[in-house]
């Protein structure tokens, strides 16, 4: 499968961007799809996750009551609505996905990568 980041920008703190990522090339419902972000220098981390059908999601603490990750598998789209946004957020976000069924956060497991968006929040 083969995704696409989009939606990143410039925002002010306090502000909302709802990134998107799109997939072509496979059975979309067969695959989990998480989102992870790597500041400058930083390790790639985990943001959230939608399993394959949409009903179970799992965030990180940082995104916990701030993100929202969403799936319509008839577009095959996953959506990461971010409200609330500071500059410690600033990073480029990449959607992955994997064929776990389980909760998975370790970059390393996933296969499937976007090529990630950047996001920006100024104070």
């Known amino acids: 499968v083969q995704l696409q980041a989009s939606g990143g920008g410039l925002v002010q703190a306090g502000g909302s961007l709802r990134l998107s990522c799109a997939a072509s090339?496979?059975?979309?419902?067969?695959?989990?799809v998480s989102w992870f972000r790597q500041a400058p220098g930083k390790e790639r981390k985990f943001v959230a996750l939608?399993?394959?059908?949409?009903?179970?999601?799992f965030y990180s603490d940082s995104a916990k009551g701030r993100f929202e990750v969403s799936r319509d598998n008839a577009k095959n789209l996953v959506y990461l609505q971010m409200n609330n946004l500071n500059p410690e957020d600033t990073a480029v976000y990449y959607c992955?996905?994997?064929?776990?069924?389980?909760?998975?956060?370790?970059?390393?497991?996933?296969?499937?990568w976007g090529q990630g968006t950047q996001v920006t929040v100024s104070s």
């Open positions: 992955a996905a994997g064929t776990f069924h389980a909760i998975a956060t370790t970059a390393s497991r996933y296969t499937y």
């Open positions: 090339g496979g059975t979309f419902s067969d695959y989990d």
């Open positions: 939608v399993n394959w059908s949409g009903v179970t999601t």
